[in-house]
């Protein structure tokens, strides 16, 4: 049974006292998760041990970072590296989101290495992989999307691969409150899937957990994850309103219903 997974994005969004207040709301709400299923937080770097504390006692709660560097440790002044992360009790590091790969120009080479270098230092890659709308419109999201998988991901071994979390993001879809139909999104989740089992095999690719992340709101979120393909979402502005976020989590409890599992 594979872990089906709401991730919070928060990306640099929040004062203390905003982020307190946010905190403090999900802390106080009920969730109906199974054992498989868990609740994602990822803040800005600085709330990342207040966060840590905050969640301690309930166990649906993982804390994740917005990114990590390619080394592990060093003079590159303004970077956070891998083993700091797990130091703090930080369990997962999403990769390769489409902000960082335009505005700060992310290669599929350096995203290899911090996948690497965040696998060695024990935390779980939640890697981003999606097509822009030039590429989509020309239907072509296939080979752009396999492409990034062979480039920054297909040289793991198959024990590295089990502890990476697929988000995909269809680039078009972030932020501009167009989301992609869910059928668009278990074509996809289902193209990845079956990557991964021509470059492994099809035991291993039914294990990993792939996440949809493009615009996921609690109007949209049921039907998202109602795809069989769907183990959850990496959730961008939605995450940061408490009632809305709770709704979409409360989807994925419906889904873990609805499929018997």
């Known amino acids: 049974m594979r872990k089906q997974i709401v991730a ?31 609740i994602v ?3 800005p770097f600085v709330y990342l041990m207040m966060l840590r504390e905050r ?22 002044t303004g970077e956070v590296a891998a083993p700091m992360l797990s130091s703090i009790g930080v369990e997962y590091v999403i990769i390769g989101h489409s902000e960082r790969r ?5 290669t599929h080479d350096m995203l290899a290495r911090k996948i690497n270098i965040a696998l060695q230092s024990g935390l779980k890659p939640i890697f981003c992989c ?10 072509a999201q296939n080979a752009y999307v396999e492409k990034q998988l062979q480039e920054s991901l297909f040289h793991l071994s198959e024990e590295q691969l089990r502890q990476v979390v697929i988000a995909y993001e269809p680039v078009w879809a972030i932020g501009t409150g167009v989301n992609a139909t869910a059928q668009q999104a278990q074509e996809m989740h289902a193209f990845i899937r079956n990557a991964i089992a021509t ?13 949809y992340g493009g615009s996921v709101k609690a109007s949209n979120a049921a039907e998202l994850f109602a795809c069989p393909d769907v183990d959850g979402g ?18 994925l409890a419906v889904k873990q219903t609805n499929r018997g599992l």
């Open 234 to 251: 990496l959730v961008g502005g939605a995450s940061l309103k408490a009632e809305e976020f709770t709704r979409i989590v409360e989807a």
């Open 55 to 76: 969640f301690r006692d309930r166990r649906e709660f993982h804390i994740g970072a917005q990114n990590c560097y390619t080394e592990p440790s060093g003079a590159f």
């Open 199 to 211: 470059r492994y095999h099809a035991a291993l690719a039914n294990d990993i957990t792939i996440l």
């Open 41 to 43: 937080i990822c803040p």
């Open 130 to 139: 999606g097509e822009p709308l030039d590429i989509r419109q020309q239907q």
């Open 102 to 106: 335009q505005y700060f120009h992310e």
């Open 8 to 38: 919070g994005n928060w990306k640099m969004h929040g004062t203390l006292d905003e982020v307190q207040l946010l905190a403090d709301q999900l802390h106080a709400a009920t969730f109906h998760l199974q054992h498989h299923q868990e």
